[in-house]
Nanobody, 123 residues
Framework: QLQLVESGGGLVQPGGSLRLSCTAS????????IGWFLQAPGKEREGVLC???????MYANSVKGRFTISRDNTKNTVYLQMNSLQPEDTAIYYC?????????????????WGQGTQVTVSS
């Protein structure tokens, strides 16, 4: 069974950091493009950043300079490092897989999704 599982969400104060993990089973992450998406309450899901199997990364403008993505092939895991978090970053964060070997943040291009992890930024 092809599956993605996110972890690492929680409550953090403004200006704080969190690292989310996305672990795959049933397929190899390094052979896919993996994206991170967020969905805030009452809003549509939007792309945050993605990494291709070749290591090319695409960032949404809203997270440039604050969020980074990395991959540990030995653990079949992709990480989302989030720094300088703000209340507007509060959302459910999802990782997803697309077979396309190009950078894109269109959720319709992704076929396998995790269940999501809640990130709340509040004092």
């Amino acid at each position: 069974q092809l599956q993605l599982v996110e972890s690492g969400g929680g409550l953090v104060q403004p200006g704080g950091s969190l690292r989310l993990s996305c672990t795959a089973s049933g397929f190899t992450l390094s052979s896919s493009t993996i994206g991170w998406f967020l969905q805030a309450p009452g809003k549509e899901r939007e792309g945050v950043l993605c990494i291709t199997r070749g290591g090319i990364i695409m960032y949404a403008n809203s997270v440039k300079g604050r969020f980074t993505i990395s991959r540990d092939n030995t653990k079949n895991t992709v990480y989302l490092q989030m720094n300088s978090l703000q209340p507007e970053d509060t959302a459910i964060y999802y990782c997803a897989r697309t077979r396309a070997n190009t950078v894109n943040l269109r959720s319709s291009e992704y076929d396998i999704w995790g269940q999501g992890t809640q990130v709340t930024v509040s004092s």
